[in-house]
Structure formats: structure tokens, C-alpha cells
Antibody, heavy 120, light 107 residues
Framework: EVQLVESGGAVVQPGGSLRLSCAAS????????MNWVRQPPGKGLEWVSL????????YYADSVKGRFTISRDNSKNSLYLEMNSLTIEDTALYYC?????????????WGQGTMVIVSS | IVLTQSPGILSLSPGERATLSCRAS???????LGWYQQKPGQAPRFLIY???SRATGIPDRFSGSGSGTDFTLTITRLEPEDFAVYYC?????????FGQGTKVEIK
């Protein structure tokens, strides 16, 4: 079964840090670009970051550039998002999503998400 | 690239036809436009890629069309399970962007 399972969400204070993880199974992980997409409570989808299949290319939304770092470990079929200098605006459900093909393709597989709450 | 979806809310009855619009702030290749469905408490589901190709397992009552700056998702006969929020997405240039969503609700 093709599956993505996120973990690492928590309640964190403003200015704090957090590391999200996404475990992939059921497909050839190191063939695929991977993404993080977030959704604040009651709001729409916001793409956060993408990493290419080998990790050589990374892209970020302006809202997180310089604060978040995406990475992957193909030997562990895992994707990560290191989040620093968190603000209240980062409160959201964070989804891990697989690119259908190349980096320039839609997201065909999604996890169920992990919740990040930034609050004092 | 900003994607603007309309209407914000579409109130229809089961069996009716739904037509959802997605307008881009600049022209995009049709191969870089997709659609997603999201139900409450669930992750988004990939429906359409390259503007008009159905993703794996998507029923043929869902269809996409369009080019340039104007794209459309059509659901020919609404089933009870189709009432949800729908998002368009462009993935041809960074940052990848989503529209704000159209909610299809039961009238």
C-alpha cells in the first residue's frame, strides 16, 4: 500500500523550533520529488517546500525561506522539515505529499498530516 | 502565479452539474495545472493533472478543461460523496500555488 505518515507535530512557543518527519512506503521513494504543504485551521492549502529526488534541489515559499529546511534520507525512505523561528502564523496541519513525476508535477499521494501549534 | 477560484461556494443538489472556475494571474501551460478534492478531516485527493487528465481511480464524471489563464473543473452529475472543497494548483513554476478553494455544498 502506498503510504505517507507524518509525525513530529506539537505545541511550541513562538521563536521555537520543531522537526517534522514523513515516512514513505509502497513506492520507490528515491525516484520522487517530495513536498510539504500546510493548511491553517479552517483555511486553504499553502505549498511550503519541495525537494528533488536526490536532494540536490530545494525550493521554499517566501513565507518560510530562511527559517525552514527540507531534507530527505533515501536510505530510510524519509522526508524531513526543520522549522526554526516559529511564529503564530506557522500554526497549521502539515502534510507530506509526493510529486507525481518530476518536480514540476502535481501531488498524487498525501499523508494525513501532523499538527503544529505555535502558541505562548 | 496567483490562482483565483470562483465561485467561493456552489450550492447544488445531487444529480446536478457543477462547474468550477480557476483563473491564473498569468498564462500557464495546461500541463502544469491540477485539481484536488478535500473532504472535512481528510487530506486532499488528487483528481486531475495536466488540466484534463484524470488521476488514478477518479470517476469519469470528473473532467477538466482550459488553457492559458482559464481552467474549469466539471462534475457532470453530483454524487453525495462529491460535496467537498476543490482546489486548483499550478506546478509549472516556483512557488507552486493553490487557489483559495471552491466549496460545493448540498442545496
Amino acid at each position: 500500500e502506498v503510504q505517507l505518515v507524518e509525525s513530529g507535530g506539537a505545541v511550541v512557543q513562538p521563536g521555537g523550533s520543531l522537526r517534522l518527519s514523513c515516512a514513505a512506503s509502497g513506492f520507490t521513494f528515491d525516484d520522487c520529488s517530495m513536498n510539504w504543504v500546510r493548511q491553517p485551521p479552517g483555511k486553504g492549502l499553502e505549498w511550503v517546500s519541495l525537494i528533488s529526488w536526490e536532494g540536490g534541489s530545494t525550493y521554499y515559499a517566501d513565507s518560510v525561506k530562511g527559517r525552514f529546511t527540507i531534507s530527505r534520507d533515501n536510505s530510510k525512505n524519509s522526508l524531513y522539515l526543520e522549522m526554526n523561528s516559529l511564529t503564530i502564523e506557522d500554526t497549521a496541519l502539515y502534510y507530506c505529499a509526493k510529486s507525481q513525476g518530476s518536480s514540476w508535477s502535481g501531488f498524487d499521494i498525501w499523508g494525513q498530516g501532523t499538527m503544529v501549534i505555535v502558541s505562548s | 502565479i496567483v490562482l483565483t477560484q470562483s465561485p467561493g461556494i456552489l450550492s447544488l443538489s445531487p444529480g446536478e452539474r457543477a462547474t468550477l472556475s480557476c483563473r491564473a494571474s498569468q498564462s500557464i501551460s495546461s500541463r502544469n495545472l491540477g485539481w484536488y478534492q478535500q473532504k472535512p478531516g481528510q487530506a486532499p485527493r488528487f483528481l486531475i493533472y495536466a488540466a484534463s487528465s484524470r488521476a488514478t481511480g477518479i470517476p469519469d464524471r470528473f473532467s477538466g478543461s482550459g488553457s492559458g489563464t482559464d481552467f474549469t473543473l466539471t462534475i457532470t452529475r453530483l454524487e453525495p460523496e462529491d460535496f467537498a472543497v476543490y482546489y486548483c494548483q499550478q506546478y509549472g513554476s516556483s512557488p507552486w500555488t493553490f487557489g483559495q478553494g471552491t466549496k460545493v455544498e448540498i442545496k
